[in-house]
């Protein structure tokens, strides 16, 4: 599976972005991560091909949406009223397995990551 993001850009604060990552092979599971500078991978948001089940981050929920077309193999990240603490180079990773969603946040349970897209958000 191949995982290709896209959608980043610098925006102020309060703006909105949205993240795209287009898989070219099947996934049941998938993730975004971001990691800000000098900083660990941080678990963002996931959702499952099947059901559409997703969980969040807590510094992110309530602002940040995940969805996912299965026709166009491509899960999306919608990102609203970002903060300058949201500057990081976002991930999209897949799992070819099924995990339960709140579960499958460790960066060790997906098997193919994307290339990161970077998201600078200014005060």
């Known amino acids: 599976v191949q995982l290709q993001a896209s959608g980043g850009g610098l925006v102020q604060a309060g703006d909105s972005l949205r993240l795209s990552c287009a898989a070219s092979g099947r996934w049941s599971t998938m993730s975004w991560f971001r990691q800000g500078l000098g900083k660990e991978h941080e678990f963002v948001a996931n959702i499952r091909r099947q059901d559409g089940s997703s969980s969040y981050a807590r510094s992110v929920r309530g602002r940040y949406i995940i969805s996912r077309d299965n026709a166009r193999n491509t899960v999306f990240l919608q990102m609203n009223n970002l903060k300058p603490e949201d500057t990081a180079v976002y991930f999209c990773?897949?799992?070819?397995?099924?995990?339960?969603?709140?579960?499958?946040?460790?960066?060790?349970?997906?098997?193919?990551w994307g290339q990161g897209t970077q998201v600078t958000v200014s005060s």
């Open positions: 990773a897949a799992s070819a397995k099924t995990w339960p969603i709140v579960s499958a946040r460790g960066r060790d349970m997906y098997e193919y």
